[in-house]
């Protein structure tokens, strides 16, 4: 263990490099802090304003969060073309443009400016949910306090523009989109409606709607089938009859009028009288005494018909038809023939009808479900354009509330001012952790060089190495060369010390980092530190 007089024989072996090294070094430190210039901070601070109209009447289509899009502008306003147009707008830093890049001009310009933001933390937020940001600050450092002004000026202006375009350009682009989308729906619903056009026209009857248009039209027809078949069945009794009556008339039996012939044959008067009976009955009731006689004098007469066996009409083919009564019927007889024919051909027409109306019926469920495949898409093709519309609608109120800038917005509430003493450096510290530093690296090499020299300095030392008692210790004598050649030496150490250390410094300002950047950089990464 070390006493006192080995410890003030250690101060007095290595008091000089001690001192070689401490003084240069504090008086370095000393330098540096009276010879860094004085950098001003200008600040302006940017509150973050809620919209002006409420949520339940315009709700706004910028849905992103604070954060994003500060982190969005930020990187906007801090990318390489527009801090380049700042810097050439202000003309900053003239000192370096003729000596390093531009990409190191910029990185200074980025080490200048301070962004922090102030968080609502008078609310705990719900698990998952981000604390929402009130209010933010922008600072610049300058050596020129009224450029440090500008220049912080500038950039909250910046920030507020940026802001403002890229909330406008967000709702525009809402809007842009819904429009496309509704063009695109609209365009969608008029190919549809042809489809439903096109297909309604291929399918004519055969829609679900009209299943009850068919079975009231199956039903009409079918009614009118069977007031044709009874019309056919009534004329065919009636050209029976007509038939029968005809067969029983002569062809060639003269007009009777007043006095019947008494030279007719039994068969002519027969004809003659069924003539002159026809033709009261017209205009006479049935018991009438002229019909009566009538009918009694053709009863006769066609029992005496009978007896002869003479066939009424026989000769009818080889005489010429003279007989009116027979040219009657036979003219009734030929338009039931024309009627018979036109109501059969009704009647198959009827069944025609009837027929594409039952396969319309049967083919309805068939087209049902392609037909209701294309409603149903129109309808939500329909229904999908109605929404967009209100969305359309209620993004473009929310556009004019952007435009109007009544929406979110960023205030200036601190507009930045020219400041009137330095931020930095802080002087006092600079140069206590300079004398600190020279200290202890002085220390340290005092300490490190008697640690490597093996040489006896003490008695004590002398006696535990050879075991031999010391009697006398003749201290070290100098003659005037020896103290003139050490005080040389001292001499050119301490100017070797400042020039490698001048040269260091030199090199590192000019090769590596100015020495200001760097103790900007240094004082920060202390701060935190401490």
């Known amino acids: ?28 430190a000393i330098a540096v802090t009276f010879i860094l210039p004085p950098i001003y901070v200008s600040k302006s601070t940017i509150i973050v304003e809620a919209q002006r109209i409420p949520e339940e009447y315009v709700k706004t289509t910028v849905t992103s969060y604070v954060e994003e899009r500060l982190q969005l502008i930020t990187q906007r306003i801090m990318s390489r073309d527009k801090l380049l147009e700042i810097i050439k707008q202000f003309n900053l830093y003239p000192d370096m443009a003729d000596k390093y890049a531009t990409e190191t001009i910029i990185e200074k310009m980025r080490g200048n400016i301070v962004f922090d933001t102030v968080q609502n933390r008078s609310l705990q937020p719900r698990r998952g949910m981000r604390p929402s940001t009130l209010a933010f600050s922008l600072s610049f450092e300058d050596k020129n306090p009224s450029m440090a002004q500008k220049v912080a000026s500038v950039l909250a202006s910046l920030y507020l523009e940026e802001n403002f375009k890229k909330r406008e350009e967000q709702a525009a682009s809402t809007s842009l989109f819904l429009q ?13 409606a042809n489809k439903i056009s096109e297909f309604k026209q291929a399918h004519f009857g055969e829609l679900p709607e009209n299943m009850t248009t068919n079975l009231q039209a199956l039903d009409r027809l079918n009614g009118e089938l069977q007031d044709v078949n009874m019309q056919i069945r009534s004329i065919q009794e009636r050209k029976i009859y007509l038939e029968g009556q005809l067969a029983n008339l002569d062809v060639t039996a003269p007009v009777i009028t007043g006095q019947r012939d008494q030279s007719m044959t039994p068969r002519q008067r027969l004809e003659s009288l069924r003539q002159e009976l026809m033709s009261l009955q017209s205009t006479l009731s049935a018991k009438h005494p002229d019909i009566k006689k009538l009918q009694r004098e053709i009863r006769e007469l066609e029992g005496q018909v009978k007896q002869t066996g003479t066939r009424p009409g026989s000769d009818s083919s080889s005489s010429q038809i003279s007989n009116p009564a027979y040219l009657t019927l036979k003219t009734q007889l030929d338009t039931s023939d024309i009627d018979l024919r036109n109501l059969t051909e009704q009647r198959e027409q009827l069944k025609i009808e009837i027929g594409n109306y039952q396969k319309r019926i049967e083919t309805i469920p068939l087209v049902e479900r392609d037909y209701n495949n294309l409603t149903q898409d129109y309808t939500n093709a329909q229904q999908k354009y109605n929404e967009m519309m209100n969305m359309l609608m209620e993004a473009n109120v929310a556009k004019g509330m952007e435009e109007t800038k009544f929406g979110e917005r960023f205030s200036i509430i601190e507009p930045a001012e020219v400041p009137t003493v330095p931020e930095k450096p802080n002087r006092r510290k600079i140069l206590l952790m300079g004398l600190f530093l020279s200290l202890g690296l002085a220390g340290g090499l005092a300490y490190l060089q008697e640690m490597l020299d093996h040489s006896v300095k003490t008695p004590g030392e002398f006696n535990a190495l050879f075991n031999v008692p010391v009697l006398s210790v003749i201290p070290l004598m100098e003659n005037q060369q020896e103290k003139e050649l050490k005080r040389k030496r001292a001499i050119l150490f301490t100017i070797i010390t400042f020039g490698l250390l001048f040269m260091t410094l030199l090199l590192f300002h000019f090769y590596v980092m100015p020495l200001d950047i760097f103790m900007t950089k240094l004082q920060r990464k202390l701060l935190i530190l401490m």
């Open 180 to 192: 496309q989308e509704i063009n695109r729906l609209k365009q969608q619903i008029n190919d549809y």
């Open 1 to 28: 263990m070390q006493n006192i007089e080995d410890i003030k024989g250690l101060i007095r072996r290595r008091i000089k490099i001690f001192l070689f090294t401490a003084i240069p070094l504090s008086i370095l």
